[in-house]
């Protein structure tokens, strides 16, 4: 959260400094942070894909855990950016019914993620 908020500390200079400027004065502002963020989600989610459940099945650290999981995600990044935005829209869906399709879809979610831990990883260290 610290990197995020520096990042975004430093993308507020491409801001416009007059209050209702046109659009394409924020064109800039918008298409960087953009960029940006869809950057930092994608690592993120690289980092955390398969985190959880390998460190709760196998106990292992964080690091080998976060090393794993992006190494996951980098040999399979089509299905992976399916199963992002199956877990935006899973999001979405809970968001447009004030969280409470959250009680269902996390659960499908979570699911679903143990299940692609057990074909990804756990598949490939057992053959």
Request: charged fraction near 10%; glycine fraction near 8%; charge should be positive.
């Amino acid at each position: 959260m610290i990197f995020w908020m520096r990042i975004a500390a430093l993308l507020h200079a491409l801001y416009p400094s007059v209050q209702g400027a046109p659009l394409t004065e924020f064109a800039p502002f918008l298409i960087t942070g953009s960029v940006v963020g869809a950057v930092i989600a994608a690592v993120i989610f690289s980092i955390s894909a398969f985190s959880i459940p390998l460190m709760m099945e196998r106990r292992v650290d964080i690091m080998t855990a976060v090393f794993t999981s992006f190494n996951a995600v980098k040999s399979n990044v089509p299905a992976m950016i399916v199963w992002a935005l199956i877990i935006c829209g899973g999001i979405l869906i809970g968001f447009a019914t004030y969280g409470v399709g959250m009680i269902v879809t996390m659960p499908i979610l979570g699911y679903g993620t143990w299940h692609a831990y057990h074909e990804t990883i756990k598949k490939k260290h057992h053959v």
